[in-house]
C-alpha cells in the first residue's frame, strides 16, 4: 500500500538550481574557474561542501585551498544564494506542486521533503508550504550526499513508512540513484533520467493520479 510520497526541493519543488548555479558562477570566477550550467547539472543534489570540492577539482585547484578556506568560499556562495532567495513566493512554485499536494493531503497519504539543502525550512516558508508537509529530513544530520540513500532512508523513518511504501521524486540524476537506492519507487523529473521507474517531462505531469497509476502498474 503507498503510505507516503516524499519530494526532493530544488528542481521539483522550485526551480532553484539556476539560483545555486549563479551563486557558484561568481564564486567561481573569483577564483579563476570557468563553470557552465552544464557542469552544474552535476550539482544537483550534492551538499554545498561537495559542490565546492567538484568545482575545485573541474578548476584542476583541488589542493590549492586549506579546510579553513574551503569554508570561507562554501559561505560566500551561501551568502549570495540566500540573498537571491529573496525573491521566492508562492508564486514560484513550479506548475503542478501545489495541486499534487493537495491531491496527496487528501488522499491521506504522508508527505515527506528529502533535500540536502540547509536552507530547505527558510524556503518552505517563503513558498508558503512548510505546513503541507508531514515530515522534513534535517539535512544538517546527514553524512552522505545523494546518491547515497541516507536523506531518503531518513525521510521514510521519519515519516514511519518503510521504503517499500513510498515513492520518490527528482530531478537530478544523483537523486534517482538514491531514491533506488534507498529501495523506493522513483518518478523523474526530466528526460534524461533513464533510471526512474517513471519519467516526466515536467511538472505539471505529476498528478495524483499519474502517481496512483505508476503505483498500481
Ligand atoms: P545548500 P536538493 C541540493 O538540494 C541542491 O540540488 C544542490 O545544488 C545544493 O548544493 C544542495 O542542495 C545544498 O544546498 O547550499 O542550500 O545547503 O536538490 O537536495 O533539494
Ligand atoms: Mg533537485
Not at 507516503?4 to 579563476?32: C, E, N, P, Y
Not at 560566500?76 to 495541486?99: C, F, H, M, W
Amino acid at each position: 500500500m503507498l503510505k507516503a510520497i516524499i519530494f526532493d526541493l530544488d528542481g521539483v519543488i522550485t526551480d532553484t538550481a539556476h539560483l545555486h548555479f549563479l551563486a557558484w558562477q561568481r564564486v567561481a570566477v573569483q577564483i579563476g574557474i570557468h563553470i557552465d550550467e552544464e557542469f552544474n547539472a552535476g550539482l544537483k543534489g550534492i551538499s554545498r561542501m561537495d559542490s565546492l570540492a567538484r568545482i575545485l577539482r573541474h578548476g584542476g585547484k583541488e589542493k590549492a585551498y586549506s579546510q579553513a578556506e574551503c569554508v570561507q568560499l562554501a559561505q560566500t556562495k551561501n551568502t549570495l544564494y540566500v540573498e537571491s532567495l529573496k525573491g521566492l513566493t508562492r508564486d514560484s512554485l513550479l506548475p503542478g506542486i501545489a495541486q499534487v499536494l493537495a491531491d496527496i493531503r487528501e488522499a491521506n497519504v504522508r508527505i515527506g521533503l528529502a533535500s540536502v539543502s540547509l536552507n530547505a525550512p527558510a524556503i518552505l516558508k517563503a513558498l508558503e508550504i512548510d505546513r503541507a508537509f508531514d515530515f522534513c529530513a534535517d539535512a544538517s544530520r546527514i553524512q552522505h550526499s545523494k546518491p547515497h540513500p541516507e536523506i531518503f532512508l531518513a525521510a521514510c523513518a521519519g515519516l514511519d513508512v518503510t521504503p517499500e511504501q513510498a515513492i520518490g521524486i527528482e530531478d537530478a540524476q544523483a537523486g534517482v540513484a538514491a531514491i533506488n537506492a534507498a529501495r523506493m519507487l522513483s518518478v523523474g523529473i526530466g528526460d534524461d533520467l533513464f533510471d526512474a521507474g517513471l519519467r516526466l517531462s515536467s511538472t505539471d505531469e505529476l498528478t495524483w493520479h499519474c502517481l496512483t497509476d505508476f503505483w498500481h502498474a
